[in-house]
């Protein structure tokens, strides 16, 4: 159900979409697919939790190793590597991004969504903390803030390139995936510690 709901809110738009339509794709009634869900604002806030769920699902799965810097760019080289996997998910959460974009449709839907997005987001807090500790991250981060830019960044990063990739490899005359990987190390040089690491 989420899937066919994801593949027709990409064809169509979210405002182009309908239970109706939803209905149809699945083969089932518009009262059937109101047994399951309330709205089509809530479909589409279940297709969003669950493609954000895949997607931080496969970077945490990532194997890490090394220092908190290294773990860190493992993480970063997943999101990379997601987003050529699964670029239909990234497109969806912009055009999530775009539908919902001034409010929520309702307070319940908005309470849902923080709550989903305080726990789906990766470790990133945990890893800056252990980098400042163990010498490989600069000491002067805040790592809750540091945490939400970069994820909001490689999220902006990646969501464009899995929507206009193939444009911007004709205009700019450069690889989607190499203008990624030059994000990646730029937000390596800027997490990175100049002292030592023990």
Known sequence: MILAAQELFLEKDLSGVTMKDIGQRLGISRVTLYKYYNSIDELAFEVQMKV?????????????????????????????????????????IGLFDHYYLEKYPTRELEEKYKEFIK?????????????????????????????????NTMMSMTQRMASRGNILRVEQEIDPGDMIFQLIDMIMAYLKSEAPSI
Request: proline share 4%.
């Open 52 to 92: 954000l769920e895949d997607l931080f699902g496969f970077i945490e799965a990532q194997k890490r190793s090394g220092s908190a810097i290294e773990k860190m760019r493992n993480l970063f080289l997943a999101w990379e590597d997601f987003t050529k996997r699964s670029p239909s998910h990234l497109r969806f």
């Open 119 to 151: 726990n789906v987001f990766p470790s990133q807090v945990l890893l800056i903390r252990e980098g400042i500790q163990d010498g490989s991250i600069r000491s002067d981060l805040d790592p809750a803030k540091t945490s939400a830019m970069l994820a």
